[in-house]
């Protein structure tokens, strides 16, 4: 009963509810990254560069015969996935450095020790002119 006992506590910590809200989140978020980059970012590049759709770029290797389908290596498809993990490798990274810079400033501002009241400077003061007398 130990065993139930400590696995409900581990499924249940702030921890892993938080990394399962992340994962499902990260996986919407690629589906997008994936959106961006093959339906508005890759077009206009393949423009560019003379029309080439890179999703259809590929070398046949052996060609299709006697209902046999053709053997191709799909290079254009890999250098999609390639652009499409550069993009949410940059975004990840952006958003990081957001948090830690947030976390950073937060910690500073908690650090940092809170100004003397009014009332504390003016007795300091008052005890430094009794000690000096």
Same mark, same amino acid.
């Given at each position: 009963m130990g065993m139930l006992k400590e696995f409900k506590e581990f499924a249940v910590k702030g921890?892993?509810?938080?990394?399962?809200?992340?994962?499902?989140?990260? #996986? /919407?978020? &690629?589906?997008?990254?994936?959106? !961006?980059?093959?339906?508005?970012?890759m077009p206009p590049l393949g423009l560019l560069i003379g029309g080439?759709?890179?999703?259809?770029?590929?070398?046949?290797?052996?060609? #299709? /015969?006697? &209902?046999?389908?053709?053997?191709? !290596?799909n290079y254009g498809a890999f250098i999609q996935t390639i652009v499409d993990f550069l993009i949410v490798a940059f975004a990840i990274f952006v958003a990081i450095k957001v948090i830690n810079t947030l976390k950073r400033k937060e910690e500073e501002a908690a650090a940092a020790p809170p100004k003397p009241s009014n009332e504390e400077l003016l007795?300091?003061?008052?005890?430094?002119?009794?000690?000096?007398k």
């Amino acid at each position: 009963m130990g065993m139930l006992k400590e696995f409900k506590e581990f499924a249940v910590k702030g921890n892993m509810i938080d990394m399962a809200v992340g994962i499902i989140i990260g #996986a /919407a978020f &690629g589906k997008v990254v994936s959106s !961006l980059v093959k339906d508005v970012l890759m077009p206009p590049l393949g423009l560019l560069i003379g029309g080439v759709d890179f999703t259809d770029l590929a070398i046949t290797l052996k060609a #299709a /015969a006697d &209902g046999a389908e053709a053997v191709t !290596l799909n290079y254009g498809a890999f250098i999609q996935t390639i652009v499409d993990f550069l993009i949410v490798a940059f975004a990840i990274f952006v958003a990081i450095k957001v948090i830690n810079t947030l976390k950073r400033k937060e910690e500073e501002a908690a650090a940092a020790p809170p100004k003397p009241s009014n009332e504390e400077l003016l007795l300091s003061e008052i005890r430094d002119l009794l000690k000096t007398k």
